[in-house]
DNA sequence: TTGAAAGCGCTAACAC
DNA sequence: GTGTTAGCGCTTTCAA
């Protein structure tokens, strides 16, 4: 298979035809008559050929490479989502490329010329924060993408997110039907879109509801559940439910109860957002708002598969998933 | 940046020299006038011309890619293993490529000349069994590569991994240290060569120790520690120290030992091996033998770029990295 | 030190 | 239907 890499060249002296017609017929455009495609695939076989991908690349200025960019890979959000964007990239014939990049770097340049003299032929942008500058240079470089796990703006375009607003209603809603009286919001940073939806949601749950907004500002790590948690606990408002903004702070939160003694869910009932698998490893397993990361991956390679292969019958759309509530120990009673 | 590619045609005419000489000026090979230098660089900027990776990548029969493989990226081991590789990676001009891939499909013919279709230059393969019929592709398809997260091997070259059996006995003497007398182990798979090392380096410890072996086989997931662990409960030896072949089974094990409300680490201090993040994250945190993942990861591309880069100087090696032991609260009295 | 030109392996007009 | 040929954009002998 790999002694000597064999050319379309030798196909096409060892079938007799031109190596226009090997080409048209491996790339099944055009019609070639069934004899010849006969004796092509026969020599194919023989000499077990396999179509160079660069050269082609060079030709036809196109590389099936599909980049994920994300600032932070080790996200427990995204292993799971990757492996199902990988998953359907392969099949339609794209390999995945990961791209690990602050936002500092997607600001430069040379970032974006390097994608482009690699023909990487579009791109999947999640999580990232996009400063009008980065927006300049995404309009400017004219390689498809579509963002992932971003709120669904009015503005925006191909982006596949879910409706954080109804989930962050789910959530308290849940609390409310367990007999919570007090809920507690614990929200992500006030910069990140869907911690605002989800903060938007718990206000208008409560409201609709007629109760108090409790809120605290966390930043979505393990740690700023914990010490928010801490804090929460501190000024005594004899919470009884509390809805983290995601799963991680619940997480943390859950050492804060332990080392405190509240008995979760007795005492305080909790649920987090995201649907990580770490919810179910910890004890009590956590409640939560669960996103179909599996879906959310597919949706995007294939909208952004389908923008990059029929630009022209591809709607820019932007898909909004629904989330689904996971009921467990820590808001079960 | 972006209106319209520009050349090295362009480059050339445009500093009135000939395509050659600005390709080897920008290849910094051979030498090239000062002044013409001058001429070529004012252009460039100019112009603010990338070259074309793709046609660089045909002419040289390189991509400056490299991939990793692995059967399960889901697998909490990864996320940090592969952001230090691709920074090292990126750092040296090279992008990563991820196949997410099934043990039967690195069987396939085609899975290998795609790669090599492709000009990958080298790749790592983690955590991947290798049937001799991989074997025999893997010394077919002649592209460099460094293999991650193996047991080293007498017989395997260029693997970087860590000292499994060492570790092992430090968690049993760790254990026996804050007065552990019965000291089980979980193990792994024994199929999985990392897996028996363990084990033997339970097996060494305890015999040194005098102490009895008490072995229960799980299988490496949440589950398997769960379930073998109220086996183990089950089976009333008196244990008072469970050293668990990995992090994921300790975790598992957590969610038993609560609901039979065994206090840990009170009745029975446990350790596992990795050294994820999980085993902070959870309650009570999980002492660990870690393993430097970040070095692998920097080890292993750094070993695999010299293979790619300079083959004759690059000598073949089996890297084994030492492991270090993290006392957290379940083992801690 | 520099330039001309022949590839790298494939695609896609264009002609027959 | 099929062949010829001119690229795709860059590297690299070989001369000069």
Redesign the interface.
Known sequence: ??KK?VTIREIAKASGVSIATVSRYLNKVSYTSPETEKKIQKVLDEF?Y??????R??AKQK?N?IA?ITPD????F???M??SI??VAKKKGY??????TKEEELNQ??F???L????VDGFLLAQSELTSEIQDYLS???IPFVKIDRAVHAKENNTVSVNNFEGAKMAVNHLVDIGCKAIAHISGPKTVLTAKERLNGYLSAVEDLNLEPIIFEGDFS?ESGKNITEAMLASNQNIDGVFYANDLMA??A??TF?KQQVPIPQEIAIIGFDGIQ?TE???PEISTIKQPVVEIGENAVTQLISLIEKPDETINRNVELNVELIVRESSRR
Chains 1, 2 share one sequence.
């Open positions: 298979m790999t890499k077990n396999t179509p160079n991908a660069i050269a690349g060079l590389s490479t994920f890979i080790t996200n427990p995204f292993p799971e990757i492996k990988e998953h390999s995945l490329l990961l791209i690990n340049k040379d974006w010329n390097n482009r003299s690699r023909y400017q470089v004219n393990l997480i943390g859950l050492k332990a770490l490893m910890v004890n």
